[in-house]
C-alpha cells in the first residue's frame, strides 16, 4: 500500500530561517518554502485509518508538554534526496522523539508507524547526485511542533495543529 496522506508531527523553520533554506543552490525551487520541516514523528496514513484516530492525536497533543529545543544542520548530503543533516548528537530533537513517543503511548494514541527518523530537512526529493558538502550551520529554535498531513503527489501540507514547547528548557 502506498503512503496517501502520511500524518507526522514535525518542527517547521521559522520564516527567516525558510529564506535561508531556499537560498542554498542544491534547494529545489519548484517547492514551496512553507513545505520545509523536519520530521520529527510519522504517525499513521489518514487516508487508510479510521477517522476517530485524527481527534485522538490531537487530544494527545494537547496535554503534552515539553522544552523547546535547537535544531542546527551543517551539511548538505544526497543519498535518494537531498537533506541537511549534522553530524553533531541532536540530544533536543532525540529527547523531545522520545517524550512524543511515550506521551503518545501513555494516552493510547494511535501510531500504527511510530517512528522517529533521525531529524533532517529535504530540501530536494529528487537528488542531485552531488555528494556531501559542509555548509554554514542552518539553525533555530523549535518552540512549538505541527502536526500535519502530507497529500502525497500534490506538495500539500495540511497543518492539523500547533503545540507551543516550554521556552523555560531547563528551568523544571
Not at 542544491?26 to 520530521?39: F, K, Q, V
Not at 506521551?103 to 533532517?120: D, I, N, Q
Not at 542552518?138 to 501540507?157: C, P, R
Amino acid at each position: 500500500m502506498r503512503a496517501r496522506n502520511p500524518l507526522y508531527i514535525m518542527a517547521k523553520p521559522p520564516p527567516p530561517v525558510q529564506a535561508q533554506i531556499t537560498a542554498l543552490q542544491r534547494n529545489d525551487p519548484s517547492r514551496g518554502a512553507d513545505l520545509l520541516h523536519a520530521t520529527l514523528v510519522s504517525l499513521f496514513d489518514l487516508h487508510y485509518a479510521p477517522p476517530e484516530w485524527l481527534s485522538a492525536v490531537i487530544a494527545a497533543l494537547d496535554s503534552f508538554d515539553a522544552p523547546a529545543f535547537p535544531l542546527a544542520f551543517d551539511r548538505i548530503e544526497n543519498h535518494k534526496a537531498v537533506t541537511l543533516r549534522t553530524r553533531a548528537p541532536l540530544t533536543g530533537a532525540r529527547a523531545l522523539q522520545a517524550a512524543l513517543i511515550r506521551h503518545l503511548l501513555e494516552r493510547k494514541a494511535p501510531m500504527m508507524l511510530g517512528t522517529t527518523p533521525e531529524p533532517h530537512v529535504t530540501i530536494n526529493y529528487r537528488g542531485d547526485r552531488l555528494g556531501s558538502q559542509k555548509i554554514a550551520p542552518i539553525a533555530w529554535t523549535v518552540d512549538s511542533i505541527a502536526l500535519v498531513e502530507s497529500i502525497v503527489g500534490k506538495t500539500t501540507h495540511i497543518e492539523h495543529g500547533r503545540w507551543p514547547l516550554r521556552a523555560d528548557a531547563g528551568l523544571r
